[in-house]
């Protein structure tokens, strides 16, 4: 079965720093996707970024960009010049090949954006 | 385009109670899935569609929870009776055809607490 682990609870950056927020995550398949979702406040679940198992480069999309570590199986979102507005949940979920393609969360990683 | 619809928003009832949450995919999805979310935790899947037809229930309590996508648009998810534990968001989410393992469009979901 896949698993997804964020060991992080909670995280700290100050406006227009970097951060990473760390994810493994556990398969036994030889494909597989990765996502980052955010949850602010709101309720609603955001797409922020995709990495496929096979992609050769780590996945970028404008302030968001994918540490992928195959061996190491971990997925680290980096949030380069945080905004106030990155202040959320961030969660980091595994493809689930054993039903339809459904998405294994992990646990979730509460970011506060400090100015 | 309009995104994946969900009602009510809120919901507040008493154990043993009955409630029922409704979602609309986008339009022209065939992949449609019910996440729970418990409070501090990442959601969890309860069941997928594939239009019509059940993909993947085998995490839903079936002995209170039932749902039911008739005519391969909107769905209905059912708590009878409900208990404490069921306290949580309810997140709808759908995917387009031809796109298993591709992004997933959730709504606001719809908070639940069970008295």
């Known amino acids: 079965a896949q698993k997804i682990t964020q060991t992080q609870p909670g995280m700290f950056v100050q406006e227009k720093e970097a951060v990473t927020l760390d994810c493994t995550y556990d398969?036994?398949?030889?494909?597989?996707?990765l996502f980052w979702y955010k949850q602010p406040s709101s309720g609603e679940m955001i797409f922020l970024i995709y990495?496929?198992?096979?992609?050769?480069q780590n996945a970028t999309e404008g302030r968001y960009s994918l540490n992928f570590q195959k061996a190491r199986k971990s997925a680290n979102l980096v949030i380069s010049a945080s905004q106030l507005g990155d202040s959320a949940m961030y969660f980091c979920?595994?493809?689930?090949?054993?039903?339809?393609?459904?998405?294994?969360f992990g646990k979730g990683t509460s970011l506060l954006v400090t100015p | 385009e309009a995104g994946v619809a969900q009602s009510p928003r809120y919901k507040i009832i008493e154990k043993r109670q009955s409630v029922a949450f409704w979602c609309n995919p986008i339009s022209g999805h065939a992949t449609l899935y019910w996440y729970q979310q418990i409070l501090g935790q990442g959601p969890k899947l309860l069941i997928q569609?594939?239009?019509?037809?059940?993909?993947?229930d085998s995490q839903l309590p079936k002995d209170r929870f039932s749902a039911e996508r008739l005519k391969g648009v909107d769905s209905t998810l059912k708590i009878q009776p409900a208990k404490l534990e069921d306290s949580a968001v309810y997140l709808c989410?759908?995917?387009?055809?031809?796109?298993?393992?591709?992004?997933?469009?959730f709504g606001p979901g719809t908070r639940l607490t069970v008295l």
């Open positions: 569609f594939q239009n019509n037809g059940v993909v993947d």
């Open positions: 979920a595994i493809l689930n090949s054993n039903s339809g393609y459904a998405l294994n």
């Open positions: 990495q496929g198992s096979y992609d050769q």
């Open positions: 989410a759908s995917t387009p055809p031809g796109l298993a393992g591709g992004e997933q469009f």
């Open positions: 398969t036994s398949d030889p494909s597989y996707g």
